[in-house]
Structures are given as structure tokens and as C-alpha cells.
């Protein structure tokens, strides 16, 4: 009843100049991730309200371009507007239920067919868990299996991640919203984010 989300969100995509340029310009659509580590399943991937994110994550990639089908020259940020629809979102109960539930039929079926769960693990010496075979995997088996009349259009999850704010905090330096896309149509629009005018307070 309550899994169609009645707002907009802006978010925020981290990639190539050159991409940005084609999307904005030429009018192309960005395309769909496939990785059998996307951290939640198969889907266009944004930072919720937070282009600083994206632009460091591009960033990022163009430090280790091995994690990034495409190459990153010159890192840049494409502003969306999104209209969620019927979400599978991780901070109400209903989809952290029925999350946990597909986790759980699909370790039944791997277990009848003797194969191996896979696993999240971080990359080199970082804490953070960035390669989520499990995640993904457990996330595009819980699409497969829902009802065709119910698909989910996106999935919203939040990530506590990096080092602490400071000793014993809650906080975690890289907290972030992601938001993954699977119906391209949720994507109303595209934009170039602006830099704020300093004489004016933001609203």
C-alpha cells in the first residue's frame, strides 16, 4: 500500500565528462549496470542529494579504472530528477523483510543444487565491503521471483561506510544514500548541477 513514494528525489551520477556531454546534450540515456557486485542488483546508479559524492566517486575510478567498465578522464557529476515509483526501500520493514526472505529461498536452492553462496568482500586493505557478489545476487533473484503485476522501479538503500566521524561515533565519514534505477522511466529528467551563488543563502 505504501510502496510508491508520492515525491521527487534529486540525485547525483558520478562519471566521464564525455558521458555527461552526450546525455545532456545529444540526449542519450545512461545505461544500465550489469556487475555481479552492484551493491544493489542491476540498475542506473545515483547518490541521493549528494553531488560531492558523485564527483568523488568518479574520481575515484579515475584512480582505479580496473573497477569501472568505462574510463574516466576527466571525473564529472550529471544531475537527475527521479520519481521513485513502487520502491524496494531498505529503511522500512516491509522490504527488509522480504529481502531476508529471498535471501533466504535462494540459499535453499543454492543449497539443493550444491552450489556455493558468494560472498561480499572488501577491496585491498579497506574495511569496507565494495565487492557485493551476495548483495547483488540475492537482490536480482528477489526481482525474478516477484510477481510480474508488482516489479519494483527502484531500490533505495543506505550504506554506512569509511572510517568514524570521531572516537565512538555513530557517524561514519562516507554515510550515503544510493539509489538504484531498474525503470529507466523514473528518470524525468537531467541537469547540469550549479554552483551556489555565495551572496545568497541556500533554501
Not at 162 to 167: A, D, M
Request: glycine content about 6%; proline content about 6%.
Amino acid at each position: 500500500m505504501y510502496k510508491s513514494l508520492p515525491y521527487f528525489i534529486l540525485a547525483f551520477h558520478g562519471c566521464d565528462e564525455s558521458i555527461k556531454q552526450k546525455v545532456l546534450i545529444s540526449q542519450e540515456r545512461l545505461k544500465i549496470s550489469k556487475n555481479d557486485y552492484d551493491w544493489l542488483g542491476h540498475g542506473i546508479y545515483f547518490w541521493e542529494s549528494d553531488p560531492i559524492r558523485a564527483l568523488e566517486y568518479a574520481q575515484l575510478l579515475k584512480k582505479y579504472p580496473e573497477r569501472s567498465s568505462g574510463k574516466i578522464a576527466y571525473p564529472a557529476v550529471i544531475g537527475a530528477v527521479i520519481d521513485l515509483g513502487r520502491c524496494l526501500n531498505l529503511v522500512e520493514s516491509y522490504s527488509l523483510r522480504i529481502v531476508r526472505e529471498a535471501y533466504n529461498n535462494l540459499e535453499d536452492e543454492m543449497k539443493k543444487y550444491n552450489k556455493e553462496m558468494p560472498k561480499n568482500h572488501p577491496i585491498e586493505t579497506e574495511g569496507d565491503l565494495l565487492i557485493r557478489r551476495l548483495d547483488c545476487l540475492v537482490f536480482e533473484y528477489l526481482h525474478k521471483n516477484k510477481s510480474e503485476n508488482e516489479p519494483f522501479d527502484s531500490v533505495r538503500g543506505v550504506f554506512w561506510e569509511g572510517n568514524e566521524l570521531y572516537p565512538n561515533a555513530g557517524f561514519k565519514e562516507k554515510n550515503h544514500i544510493q539509489i538504484c534505477v531498474r525503470n529507466p522511466n523514473c528518470i524525468k529528467g537531467y541537469f547540469d548541477p550549479l554552483e551556489p551563488l555565495i551572496e545568497y543563502p541556500i533554501p
